[in-house]
């Protein structure tokens, strides 16, 4: 099982950037899917969260400006980021509870993590 994320870049205050996490492998279901970020000298916090009925959460520092969703078909959470700020600045890293198929057909419940795209706000 891999979770692989894109979308991070450079943008001005006040601009828009929109995250992407796929996750694939033999997967035969997917619980929580999150957005965490790491800023530098910094823990990771949650930044939102999504659960497979559709319940969404937020961090009070981004209620407003940022939307998860998911799209359970494509097995890919998004991150919608507008007017962002210079504090938004972080590495953003999904995470995922995953259940999924061993080569063995055993069944593995675990916890994933992508590899982290950096965000930059910047003017």
């Known amino acids: 099982v891999q979770l692989q994320a894109s979308g991070g870049g450079l943008v001005q205050p006040g601009g828009s950037l929109r995250l992407s996490c796929t996750a694939s492998g033999s997967i035969f279901a997917i619980w929580a899917m999150d957005w965490y970020r790491q800023a530098p000298g910094k823990q990771r916090e949650l930044v939102a969260a999504t659960t497979s009925g559709g319940t969404t959460n937020y961090a009070d520092s981004v209620k407003g400006r940022f939307t998860v969703s998911r799209d359970n078909a494509k097995r890919t959470v998004y991150l919608q980021m507008n007017r962002l700020k210079p504090e938004d600045t972080a590495v953003y890293y999904c995470?995922?509870?995953?259940?999924?198929?061993?080569?063995?057909?055993?069944?593995?419940?675990?916890?994933?993590w992508g590899q982290g795209t950096q965000v930059t706000v910047s003017s």
């Open positions: 995470y995922a509870d995953i259940g999924s198929y061993s080569d063995t057909g055993e069944q593995i419940l675990a916890k994933y």
